[in-house]
């Protein structure tokens, strides 16, 4: 059983900078691959971000590539969202998730925190 919990969301200006937080708690972070989603109002949940459980390896989703980068910190058993240049659309509630394997889909996740929001105005 995992435990996630998000921070650092805000308000942010167009073109402005932000840096999410998970905490996770349970046994064997560093197996768990840590990915990021996002859901916006009315959207579906989408994939921003995942990475391997000893952070070799980080998938993007295109919209956001070159601008975010994930990290972990297996020793605090944390993962990171930077997330730069940020645009109006990035607005959405930002949940971290844990899976087995490294995919895009959320269906492949078995934990999820509770969100943290995101608004950037233009």
């Known amino acids: 059983q995992v435990q996630l919990v998000e921070f650092g969301g805000g308000l942010v200006q167009a073109g402005g900078s932000l840096r999410l937080s998970c905490a996770a708690s349970?046994?064997?972070?560093?197996?768990?691959?840590m990915g990021w989603f996002r859901q916006a109002p009315g959207k579906e949940r989408e994939f921003v971000a995942a990475?391997?459980?000893?952070?070799?390896?980080?998938i993007y989703a295109d919209v956001v590539k070159g601008r975010f980068t994930i990290s972990r910190d297996n020793a605090k058993n944390t993962v990171y969202l930077q997330m730069d240049a940020l645009k109006p659309e990035d607005t959405a509630l930002y949940y971290c998730?844990?899976?087995?394997?490294?995919?895009?889909?959320?269906?492949?996740?078995?934990?999820w925190g509770q969100g943290t929001q995101v608004t950037v105005s233009s």
């Open positions: 990475i391997s459980g000893r952070g070799g390896t980080s």
């Open positions: 998730a844990a899976a087995g394997i490294l995919k895009r889909t959320p269906d492949k996740y078995d934990y």
């Open positions: 349970g046994r064997a972070f560093n197996t768990y691959t």
